[in-house]
């Protein structure tokens, strides 16, 4: 049964990640937990999907590739705004956590994530005052990689223009981006 001809009471969900593998894993995952899955891997497809069908649920990969994630977030809120919206990603920084929530996404989690995880996080309306400090301040790679995390983001994801910013060559910053991403 596709999407469109679900039970109207499955809970729709977009799925936005360019990994085809990763999405089809999760997709069919969510799919057997209730939900009716819409997926795609940008961000073009994302909006005619939600402007066609608009989900209460949205799981959005941070890096599409050459798309920027958090851009779909204020799109989906003005779709509905009681749509939950998790953000997640391979590439993350607190620089991009705190805007993906200033953006009005319901939670951030790093890959990998479980399904329970993401679906926890669907249902969190509350921060968590008990979360612990990390044992020791940030490494110095760690700190580069949040500077270059928020330079990204000032340049809404566009890697020419951090570059510049940095006063970096682009293929400088995209070969700093890599050996880093696990920051």
């Given at each position: 049964m596709s999407c469109a001809d679900s039970p109207a009471e499955k809970p729709r969900l977009l799925l936005v990640d360019d990994n085809d593998t990763f999405r089809r894993t999760l997709a069919n995952a969510l799919a057997r937990?209730?939900?009716?899955?819409?997926?795609?891997?940008?961000?073009?497809?994302?909006?005619?999907?939600?402007?066609?069908?608009?989900?209460?649920?949205?799981?959005?990969?941070?890096?599409?590739?050459?798309?920027?994630?958090?851009?779909?977030?204020?799109?989906?809120?003005?779709?509905?705004?009681?749509?939950?919206?998790?953000?997640?990603?391979?590439?993350?920084?607190?620089?991009t956590a705190v805007e993906s929530i200033r953006l009005g996404a319901?939670?951030?989690?790093?890959?990998?994530?479980?399904?329970e995880e993401i679906l926890a996080a669907f249902e969190r309306t509350d921060g968590d005052s008990e979360t612990p400090l990390p044992p020791s301040p940030m490494s110095l790679a760690q700190l580069e990689w949040e500077h270059l995390q928020r330079t990204l983001l000032d340049h809404e994801g566009n890697i020419s223009a951090a570059a510049r910013a940095l006063g970096l060559h682009r293929r400088s910053l995209q070969r700093k981006l890599r050996k880093h991403a696990r920051w």
């Open positions: 937990r209730g939900f009716c899955v819409d997926q795609t891997a940008g961000v073009a497809g994302a909006l005619t999907l939600a402007r066609r069908h608009p989900p209460r649920y949205a799981i959005v990969d941070l890096n599409l590739g050459a798309d920027f994630g958090l851009t779909l977030i204020p799109p989906l809120r003005r779709l509905a705004q009681d749509m939950r919206i998790v953000v997640l990603t391979g590439y993350a920084s607190i620089a319901t939670h951030y989690l790093a890959k990998p994530a479980e399904v």
